[in-house]
């Protein structure tokens, strides 16, 4: 009876565990412009990801060789992606660090550009966005994950 209560007992601990890794609650999503862009132009893209509150993720220069970095990384065809630019995290001291880490945290944007070619020969563009994170609290970190995020717009 004893053994039963005790496998019971680790199953739960093993079952909320397992909850907590794959319920964090970020979320990634993503625009380019106005949903449109011209033929031969170019327009905004943003990519974000929400971290809700009482988490924070690594930013992508965390300070850390420990610390995973958030990337975005970004994919398309027939039309040409820049880079995305970065924006500056927080230092924020842990106890289990004696130095800081840069961290992200609230709402997080990335921008990047998108140029559509004179002779691009559809009438939408897709950009696609993996964006890669590892999310925290102030005393656990959890297994790294990756959002994929699909962006549209027209080609007028």
């Given at each position: 009876?004893?053994?039963?209560?005790?496998?019971?007992?680790?199953?739960?601990?093993?079952?909320?565990?397992?909850?907590?890794?794959?319920?964090?609650?970020?979320?990634?999503?993503?625009?380019?412009?106005?949903?449109?862009?011209?033929?031969?132009?170019?327009?905004?893209?943003?990519?974000?990801?929400?971290?809700?509150?009482?988490?924070?993720?690594?930013?992508?220069?965390?300070?850390?060789?420990?610390?995973?970095?958030?990337?975005?990384?970004?994919?398309?065809?027939?039309?040409?992606?820049?880079g995305v630019t970065y924006p500056r995290g927080r230092n924020k001291r842990f106890q289990f660090s004696p130095d800081t880490i840069n961290v992200y945290e609230g709402r997080v944007t990335f921008p990047f550009t998108v140029r559509v070619p004179a002779n691009f020969r559809g009438n939408t563009i897709t950009v696609r966005a993996a964006v890669r994170y590892q999310a925290c609290t102030d005393e656990v970190c959890y297994p790294p994950r990756t959002q994929n995020v699909t962006m549209t717009a027209r080609v007028r």
């Open positions: 009876m004893k053994n039963a209560i005790y496998c019971v007992a680790i199953f739960l601990g093993i079952s909320l565990f397992a909850g907590a890794e794959t319920s964090h609650g970020q979320t990634a999503s993503g625009s380019i412009g106005n949903g449109t862009v011209a033929r031969g132009g170019s327009a905004r893209g943003t990519v974000v990801l929400s971290i809700p509150a009482g988490l924070h993720v690594n930013s992508n220069r965390p300070n850390s060789e420990y610390a995973i970095p958030t990337t975005v990384r970004l994919t398309a065809t027939g039309v040409r992606v820049t």
